[in-house]
């Protein structure tokens, strides 16, 4: 019990903080002169608390309808909503946008963020969304441990290949082993 409860909390928190990171992409698109007000540290530390005891209440909920079917669809949805909102006026604003450089900037800074969802989202839905009667135990045990192993890795490695000084040391790194 203890480890779904955990388990359940990891995975809600996640959905939350994407739902967050759209809305702190929308900020900093749509209004990037008050960015830095708007997304003020203790609104960062309400919104990162505020994932953890959403999601942690939500795992509660779960665990008390163990012995039923743990129904999902509630915290996707929401989620999806606000994401997709977020993105469509950062899509519009991005639109709206002169500079060519500016909109590369703005669909760069999206990218990372928008690889993450897509990937989180999709696994989460195929798992949750396919018909109860005859699905097999095999794609069950695969697509659980794609999105509790291989997920996490890849949103490392897709926030960190998104970062400037990450791929310099990479490009040094490569270069360097070229050399000899």
């Known amino acids: 019990m203890v480890q779904f409860y955990l388990f359940c909390t990891c995975v809600i928190t996640e959905i939350f903080l994407l739902a967050v990171m759209a809305y702190d992409r929308f900020v900093a698109i749509c209004n990037p002169l008050l960015y830095m007000v708007i997304m003020s540290q203790k609104l960062c530390a309400e919104l990162v608390s505020g994932c953890y005891l959403l999601a942690s209440v939500s795992a509660l909920v779960h665990l008390c309808l163990t012995l039923e079917i743990p129904d999902y669809n509630f915290n996707e949805v929401i989620t999806i909503i ?82 400037k000084d990450v791929k310099e040391a990479l490009r040094k790194a490569l270069s360097s082993n070229t050399d000899f």
């Open 82 to 163: 606000i994401i997709l909102t977020s993105y469509l006026f950062i899509l519009i604003t991005i639109l709206k946008m002169r500079s060519a450089e500016g909109r590369r900037k703005a669909f760069s800074t999206c990218a990372s963020h928008l690889t993450a969802i897509v990937v989180f989202h999709e696994t989460i839905l195929f798992f949750y969304c396919q018909p109860s009667s005859g699905t097999s135990l095999d794609i069950d045990k695969v697509t659980t441990v794609f999105y509790t192993v291989v997920i996490p890795v890849l949103n490392s490695l897709i926030y960190c290949l998104g970062n």
